[in-house]
């Protein structure tokens, strides 16, 4: 791979395949699967990511907002898009593009309903999201009666679905086990008052791993088509899709006793070489990276980064290490996971990825 002369985000389509085929492996043949591309695609790029796994046969894609959605129906993916957080104002944009929401709960399903029959719609696909237990958005299983009075012929409920609270926790084991439980009552009753049996979901990317007997028709995945798996076992499994590298501007001997960054920092304790990076926390390198918190890979060897981190730029201890200006550093990726990184920085791995910004040139492999 050419080596980086400015700071870029790599994305390894190849990596986001091998992700997609892992996951499947754990399914049955008939469930379908969803793919979470949100946030750009956890920081990546939604458009490329959904291009490339409608490609792979992706059943479903989910985003956040109706503007999301939006964007990969403009470059023609036709494959059906859950949008998990629509708002009012944009239910009109969302039935042009053929966007289906999540209705959770009565104001949502109301209003809805309202447009529906305004524009005369007919079976208009609609997903029903239940909270079983993150009390985040879903309707309640006592508001079942309350759904089905309230249906009309304008919409088809394709999907009731739920989310899990803590997955990936061994220790919370118990309380995932309830949830999906409270799941299959909902279903269930939903299933014996309605007379269309719609798909059922609740499991995400830990989900998978950890509960494969709760698949029901269709899982969700997000941040484990980007190569995390929220357990290190299943991390060696999965292979980062995102390497963020960046390169040497400039090169600094500095002597005892001196100070680097704003705030000085930090303050030198013998000779050392520091080198300069053209990245800061608005490219999402957060200032609670700094401070020898977190370092970065330099021809293969630790560099940790040193001071507060600037807006563009942060300086980083190359003391040892043979390196020149102009020189690849690698601040995350497949030698360095963003798993470790954001949990040095005391934070996670979603943060981290989505918190890259856009001004960062993505480069696809």
């Not at 100070?259 to 930090?266: D, E, I, P, R, S």
């Not at 053209?278 to 700094?290: L, M, S, T």
């Not at 390196?323 to 920085?345: L, N, W």
Request: proline share 4%.
């Amino acid at each position: 791979m050419p080596k980086a002369t400015e700071t870029v985000l790599e994305i390894d389509l190849k990596a986001l395949e091998h992700n997609y085929r892992y996951l499947k492996s754990k399914l049955n043949p008939k469930t379908k699967f969803l793919a979470v591309v949100k946030a750009f695609a956890y920081g990546s790029d939604a458009v490329e990511i959904a291009i490339k796994l409608d490609t792979l046969g992706v059943d479903y894609f989910a985003v956040a907002y109706v503007k999301e959605g939006v964007a990969l129906r403009e470059v023609g993916i036709k494959t059906p898009i859950l949008v998990l957080h629509p708002q009012p104002v944009n239910f009109k944009t969302l039935i042009e593009y053929k966007l289906e929401p999540s209705l959770y709960s009565p104001k949502i399903l109301k209003k809805f309903l309202g447009i529906a029959k305004e524009q005369n719609l007919k079976d208009y696909p609609v997903h029903i999201k239940f909270n079983t237990g993150l009390n985040r958005l879903g309707f309640w299983e006592n508001d079942i009666d309350y759904i089905v009075q309230h249906l009309n012929n304008n919409v088809k409920i394709v999907s009731i679905f739920s989310h899990l609270a803590a997955s990936e926790d061994a220790y919370e084991k118990e309380f995932t086990q309830k949830q999906i439980a409270s799941f299959c009552k909902i279903s269930k009753e939903f299933d014996e008052k309605l007379d269309v049996k719609p798909l059922k979901h609740i499991l995400n990317t830990s989900g998978i791993i950890n509960y494969p007997e709760a698949q029901y028709d269709m899982v969700r995945s997000g941040i484990g088509l980007y190569g995390y798996g929220n357990d290190s076992a299943i991390d060696k499994e999965l292979q980062p899709i995102a390497t963020l590298k960046t390169i040497i501007s400039q090169l600094h001997k500095i002597e005892p006793n001196e100070k680097v960054g704003y705030n000085m920092a930090f303050t030198s304790d013998s000779y050392r070489v520091t080198a300069t990076l053209p990245i800061g926390h608005a490219d999402g390198i957060r200032r609670q990276y700094g401070n020898n918190n977190v370092f970065v890979l330099v021809h293969g060897k630790k560099a940790p980064i040193i001071g507060n981190v600037c807006m563009d730029m942060i300086m980083v201890d190359v003391t040892g290490i043979e390196c020149a200006e102009g020189d690849e550093v690698i601040v995350f990726g497949k030698e360095s996971s963003a798993e470790a990184f954001a949990h040095a920085g005391n934070t996670i791995s979603y943060e981290l990825l989505t918190g890259i910004s856009q001004r960062v040139k993505r480069v696809f492999i």
